[in-house]
């Protein structure tokens, strides 16, 4: 009797349990159809062949639902590729949560949350666990479905009779008027999502899902991270761009016609300097569009005229540049990321308000490009060349860095390049490193790449501890730490923080360091900048013959198998190998007595006056 009571007071009618498990099913059909096409559109890295990789996933998803049918919860396991046919292929241990995060699978619990949320039902612990359960039963079902429908394609569609066959009226062309031809229909609209905006909808789905960080970014899973600022900003960034070309129409009356405006627009933009002055991004894309075209038609003029076309920025000369038309578009790596959190913002609307079809394969391109031709990479001889700047070798004053003097400083400008060199961390990694990731333990100086206070990392995997390079230590790293601790100091880069708070100290390190010392420097260019330090240690370590498990963890890169000790002494030693394996390009600079930064200069930067 006490548990009917409980049941009809806290728990799930049949009813209710059977409108869940409907709205569920039609989540996961549309998952795994999007999941299905993302591994046509771009190829996953744990398989080269994409049958696998599906039947992989496939097979870890279900087993996470029977997990989480039985247990009422679904724990990290590891999941194992292994080849039979081919004794000499390593086995890939993959983690679920890892592969999880792969396939934009949300975790039971937000997605429980959500369909109670959607059906009006209060929240109570028992209905929340009821409810669980049924998501998990609808997911092992919908993989089950799947699999039959990859086998039977015809599974998924109502017969279509031989012959007899009348179109759906649903579907048919509407009959020609003279008043031309009519809009796109647009599908009906009501309640509160029928007024949200794509950027208002932007912000519904951070709060409906808690692994993006949540409502106001600071939500956050046990034992999984949140998505971080850069990427939430992305993620607005093309919810942003439709509102603008729709002129502020609700989300729920966008139409494919819309999509291809947007698309438009990215082909108008000149991918080298797009929002990338603050004057730009208080435009909008059209107002953007508009400036490029006018910039092209300048430079047609100056053609037909003969005369010469201005290549330098407004900025350095004060006149307006010249484009040409083959300048314009994005590349294909922003314009996917764009349409890919585009259609994930899109999918998720549609399960509260209907939405017309909008194919985003339309616009979505696989990359078949060879990964490792694009990659940039520093020679030896630009390396030597960049660090024989002044920055390193004697500059004028603090304010002018790049003319060449007497004056030698310990500070962001010296160290950064430095430490990109001879460890291969990411911009942000080093930039918003705290005193506190730099340790000395067991005889070695240590980074140690982690969340803190300034920044997280970019992901759980690129968490790591890394030795200094000997040359590191020769130039006086460690000492410039001690140095910032007796100063009081708390951030290994302080010039670099914003008295507001605002933006990563990575980007600050780049507008106001990295772009003056690489406009010296004719070989940057083509996509090299601070990221190309990394890819020249990676491919240090491989031909120094490091071991594959040695420079994975190393770079912070996924590892096929974690390994027991992977922070024991033997362990750093094997570390501290791989970075002394970097080539050494600073032989010929002189150590000197730690120069810090005045303290006027160490505080956190101003805004610039407007």
């Known amino acids: 009797m006490n548990m009917m009571s409980k049941m009809a007071r806290d728990g799930l009618t049949g009813a209710q349990r059977a409108e869940i498990y409907r709205r569920q099913i039609l989540v996961e059909r549309d998952r795994l159809e999007v999941m299905h096409a993302d591994l046509q559109i771009v190829p996953p890295e744990d398989h080269d062949d994409i049958e696998q990789a599906l039947t992989l996933r496939l097979g870890a998803s279900e087993m996470a639902a029977l997990d989480g049918v039985t247990k009422g919860k679904v724990e990290d396991f590891l999941v194992a590729r292994i ?67 990859l086998s039977n394609p015809g599974a998924a569609y109502a017969p279509v009779p031989i012959t007899g066959y009348e179109p759906d009226m649903q579907y048919a062309a509407p009959p020609a008027t003279s008043a031309g031809p009519s809009a796109p ?55 942003q761009f439709l509102e603008e070309v729709t002129g ?21 933009l000149h991918g080298a300097t797009f929002r990338k002055s603050k004057r730009q991004r208080e435009l909008t894309i059209l107002e953007i569009v508009a400036e490029y075209e006018d910039q092209v038609a300048d430079g047609e003029r100056a053609a037909a005229r003969g005369a010469k076309t201005k290549s330098d920025g407004p900025e350095a000369s004060g006149l307006k540049p010249c484009l040409t038309r083959d300048d314009l578009g994005l590349n294909l790596i922003t314009t996917n990321r764009h349409w890919g959190f585009l259609r994930q913002l899109t999918n998720w609307f549609n399960g509260h308000q209907q939405l017309a079809k909008l194919d985003y394969g339309a616009f979505m391109e696989k990359d078949d490009r060879e990964q490792r031709d694009l990659r940039s990479v520093y020679t030896l001889d630009q390396g030597r060349e960049l660090f ?37 961390t990411r911009r942000d990694e080093i930039c918003g490193m705290e005193l506190a990731d730099i340790e000395e333990s067991d005889g070695f100086w240590l980074f140690n790449i982690r969340d803190n206070a300034t920044r997280r990392i970019k992901t759980i995997g690129s968490e790591r501890k890394l030795p200094f390079a000997e040359e590191l230590i020769r130039l006086g790293l460690p000492d410039y730490v001690k140095a910032l601790r007796e100063a009081g100091e708390t951030l290994l880069f302080p010039e670099l923080a914003a008295e507001s708070g605002k933006g990563t100290m990575g980007d600050a390190y780049y507008k106001n360091v990295w772009i003056k010392i690489s406009a010296v420097l004719p070989f940057v260019g083509g996509g090299q900048g601070v990221h190309a330090f990394r890819h020249t240690a990676i491919d240090s370590l491989k031909a120094a013959k490091i071991s594959e498990a040695v420079a994975a963890d190393f770079a912070g890169h996924k590892t096929k198998g974690e390994t027991g000790g992977r ?44």
Request: glycine content about 6%; some cysteine; charged content about 30%.
């Open 567 to 610: 922070y024991s002494k033997a362990h750093m030693h094997l570390l501290k190998e791989a970075a002394d394996a970097i080539p050494e390009v600073t032989k010929d600079l002189t150590p000197f007595s730690i120069s810090l930064l005045p303290d006027r200069l160490r505080g956190p930067r101003r805004a610039r006056a407007r």
């Open 248 to 268: 502020g129409r609700p989300l729920a009356q966008v139409t494919h016609d819309d999509l291809v405006k947007l698309n438009n627009c990215f082909e108008s």
């Open 83 to 149: 080849k039979p046919d081919n004794d000499d292929e390593p086995i890939v241990i993959i983690a679920w949560s890892d592969l999880a995060a792969s396939i934009a699978e949300d975790g039971a619990e937000e997605a429980a949350i959500a369909r109670l949320a959607e059906l009006g039902i209060e929240q109570s612990a028992l209905r929340e666990v009821m409810a669980r359960k049924v998501i998990h039963q609808a997911r092992i079902e919908a993989i089950r479905e799947f699999r039959q429908v």
């Open 388 to 424: 024989s700047l002044p920055p390193w070798t004697g500059s004028k004053s603090h304010a002018r860095r790049m003319q060449p003097g007497e004056l030698l400083v310990h500070d962001a400008w010296y160290f950064v390049p430095l430490i990109a060199w001879y460890s291969g």
């Open 185 to 239: 229909a647009q599908p009906m609209a009501a309640g509160p999502w029928a007024s949200m905006t794509p950027t208002q909808a932007a912000e519904k789905f951070f709060e409906h899902n808690p692994r993006t960080g949540g409502k106001d970014g600071s939500s956050r899973k046990k034992g999984k991270k949140p998505w971080t600022e850069k990427t939430r900003d992305q993620f607005r960034l093309p919810a």
